[in-house]
């Protein structure tokens, strides 16, 4: 029963995380025991124990409701090595899964609706009901567990301050900036949590940009448009994620323009987040990037290699665990990019470490991390794309913004598309609007031209394939 039970979770599991994670994390998992709608799962590790409460605890509990019931529970029995035998064999210690505090707003008052049949006196106030609204905040992106360098030193002094006085500074709306990895949301985040605990009152919200996109859309389709409105001039604290990905949607950026208007002018607080200064935000009206300079726009850059160090002795610290320092000084000489890459080696290392019951040595993250290296395709840009295309075809970057309809030019721009497409994670409006503000139907095209002349223009495909390995390598 409880083998049957786990394989159903795990078909489920499976299409829901990438399949290395699959095998590295859940393969290993065994079923023991299925009592009082409590199911016993057996780990290698306390370290494993610890990362799937962390990752996927969320999965794993909705997957075991959805065959259980809502009060179906979950223990884990840990492999430890235990020390008064002889022969070191191992034993077992049963835990129940964490319960992390839930961070929550307070119950706000919103107007009731009535029936659309009942004929409405305006004389009549409307009764009031209390709503609840999850902050959708992460514990653990706390300030406790981001690491200051000086490489996030004033987003990190301008979030604290926001933290201490939201509403109140002059870094309203304060914009975090940067690349992938290098920790926005958890700064974002560790606004949002410090004001909870400050102000409990507060009615704090997280939502990246692409889920309030969605759920316009969907208040659209359903005419609640108003209500999609009101909802978001209740909050007192406003967290956007990735606000680049509004580019090229116009009337996605006409009702946030409408909603930063009402909570800046209330004095409430708006924190963003996005891949580049407003400055070289593309796709995004000019009336909403000058209310994005109002306040105020840090930026966040790679960790230099003491604040690496920092970064992962934080994380070992936190997990229980001890590592030699010439492996933390290996993994930060070599993991330079980004945070979520260097905690990621990490993880993997001690994954490695676990699972082949191997100690942690030089030689092991020697051969670990250049495996990673090797394996590990590099995110180009779109911007760096079009300086790779220009550059080859030797025309100038500025002329892909043009109206010009030379050949040369034209082409350029379609090559430029089609490696945009396949090599970032973009959308397609987003890449027209980079790439001569063009809409996603241009992008597509463009994307059927380059397929087309690669299969019928012997010489066109070779310029694509030496163009692909400047662009790799």
């Given at each position: 029963?409880?083998?049957?039970?786990?394989?159903?979770?795990?078909?489920?599991?499976?299409?829901?995380?990438?399949?290395?994670?699959?095998?590295?994390?859940?393969?290993?998992?065994?079923?023991?025991?299925?009592?009082?709608?409590?199911?016993?799962?057996?780990?290698p590790?306390?370290?494993?124990?610890?990362?799937?409460?962390?990752?996927?605890?969320?999965?794993?509990?909705?997957?075991?409701?959805?065959?259980?019931?809502y009060?179906?529970?979950?223990?884990?029995?840990?492999?430890?090595?235990?020390?008064?035998?002889?022969?070191?064999?191992?034993?077992?210690?049963?835990?129940?899964?964490?319960?992390?505090?839930?961070?929550?707003?307070?119950?706000?008052?919103?107007?009731?609706?009535?029936?659309?049949?009942?004929?409405?006196?305006?004389?009549?106030?409307?009764?009031?009901?209390?709503?609840?609204?999850?902050?959708?905040?992460?514990?653990?992106?706390?300030?406790?567990?981001?690491?200051?360098?000086?490489?996030?030193?004033?987003?990190?002094?301008?979030?604290?301050?926001?933290?201490?006085?939201?509403g109140?500074?002059a870094?309203?709306?304060?914009?975090?900036?940067?690349?992938?990895?290098?920790?926005?949301?958890?700064?974002?985040?560790?606004?949002?949590i410090?004001?909870?605990?400050?102000?409990?009152?507060?009615?704090?919200?997280?939502?990246?940009?692409?889920?309030?996109?969605?759920?316009?859309?969907?208040?659209?389709?359903?005419?609640?448009?108003?209500?999609?409105?009101?909802?978001?001039?209740m909050?007192?604290v406003?967290?956007?994620?990735?606000?680049?990905?509004?580019?090229?949607?116009?009337?996605?950026?006409?009702?946030?323009?409408h909603?930063?208007?009402?909570?800046?002018?209330?004095?409430?607080?708006?924190?963003?987040?996005?891949?580049?200064p407003?400055?070289?935000?593309?796709?995004?009206?000019?009336?909403?990037?000058?209310?994005?300079?109002?306040?105020?726009?840090?930026?966040?850059?790679?960790?230099?290699?003491?604040?690496?160090?920092?970064?992962?002795?934080?994380?070992?610290?936190?997990?229980g665990?001890?590592?030699?320092?010439?492996?933390?000084?290996?993994?930060?000489?070599?993991?330079?990019?980004?945070?979520?890459?260097?905690?990621?080696?990490?993880?993997?290392?001690?994954?490695?470490?676990?699972?082949?019951?191997?100690?942690?040595?030089?030689s092991?993250?020697?051969?670990?991390?250049?495996?990673?290296?090797?394996n590990?395709?590099r995110e180009?840009?779109?911007?760096?794309?079009?300086?790779?295309?220009?550059?080859?075809?030797?025309?100038?970057?500025?002329?892909?913004?043009?109206?010009?309809?030379?050949?040369e030019?034209?082409?350029?721009?379609?090559?430029?598309?089609?490696?945009?497409?396949?090599?970032?994670?973009?959308?397609?409006?987003?890449?027209?609007?980079?790439?001569?503000?063009?809409?996603?139907?241009?992008?597509?095209?463009?994307?059927?031209?380059?397929?087309?002349?690669?299969?019928?223009?012997?010489?066109?495909?070779?310029?694509?394939e030496?163009?692909?390995?400047?662009?790799?390598?």
């Amino acid at each position: 029963m409880h083998k049957e039970l786990w394989n159903n979770c795990l078909k489920v599991i499976k299409d829901n995380v990438p399949s290395i994670s699959f095998r590295t994390w859940f393969e290993p998992i065994v079923p023991l025991k299925l009592e009082n709608k409590i199911l016993t799962i057996q780990v290698p590790s306390p370290f494993f124990y610890e990362y799937l409460e962390e990752k996927y605890i969320d999965i794993i509990s909705k997957t075991l409701r959805k065959e259980l019931g809502y009060d179906a529970k979950l223990e884990y029995s840990i492999v430890m090595e235990n020390p008064g035998f002889s022969n070191n064999r191992p034993y077992t210690v049963k835990l129940p899964a964490k319960n992390q505090v839930e961070i929550k707003n307070n119950p706000v008052n919103v107007p009731l609706s009535t029936e659309e049949n009942i004929i409405k006196n305006p004389f009549i106030i409307p009764g009031i009901k209390k709503m609840n609204i999850d902050p959708r905040l992460n514990p653990e992106y706390s300030f406790s567990n981001f690491v200051e360098g000086e490489c996030n030193r004033l987003a990190r002094s301008a979030g604290f301050a926001v933290a201490n006085n939201p509403g109140g500074t002059a870094f309203n709306p304060l914009l975090i900036y940067g690349e992938s990895g290098l920790g926005k949301t958890h700064l974002a985040q560790a606004i949002g949590i410090e004001i909870k605990e400050r102000f409990p009152d507060k009615t704090v919200l997280y939502v990246p940009a692409n889920r309030f996109q969605t759920q316009f859309v969907e208040a659209i389709r359903n005419n609640t448009k108003n209500d999609f409105l009101h909802f978001y001039q209740m909050i007192d604290v406003l967290i956007i994620d990735d606000v680049h990905e509004f580019a090229g949607k116009e009337k996605t950026q006409d009702i946030f323009f409408h909603i930063f208007n009402h909570l800046h002018q209330s004095g409430k607080q708006l924190i963003l987040t996005c891949d580049k200064p407003p400055v070289e935000l593309q796709g995004l009206e000019q009336r909403l990037l000058s209310r994005f300079k109002w306040g105020l726009s840090a930026d966040l850059q790679i960790p230099d290699f003491e604040t690496r160090v920092a970064i992962l002795k934080q994380k070992i610290y936190k997990d229980g665990i001890i590592l030699p320092p010439e492996v933390i000084e290996y993994i930060a000489t070599h993991i330079t990019d980004n945070v979520r890459e260097l905690e990621g080696a990490l993880i993997s290392l001690l994954a490695q470490s676990t699972l082949n019951k191997k100690e942690i040595t030089l030689s092991l993250a020697k051969e670990m991390i250049d495996k990673l290296i090797k394996n590990t395709k590099r995110e180009v840009s779109i911007d760096y794309i079009q300086k790779v295309v220009c550059n080859y075809f030797d025309v100038p970057v500025d002329s892909l913004q043009s109206k010009t309809r030379k050949r040369e030019i034209v082409q350029a721009r379609q090559v430029a598309m089609y490696f945009s497409k396949n090599l970032t994670k973009s959308s397609l409006a987003t890449i027209g609007v980079q790439i001569g503000g063009k809409d996603h139907a241009t992008v597509l095209h463009a994307c059927k031209t380059v397929n087309n002349l690669i299969e019928t223009d012997k010489q066109f495909r070779t310029q694509i394939e030496e163009i692909e390995k400047k662009l790799k390598f």
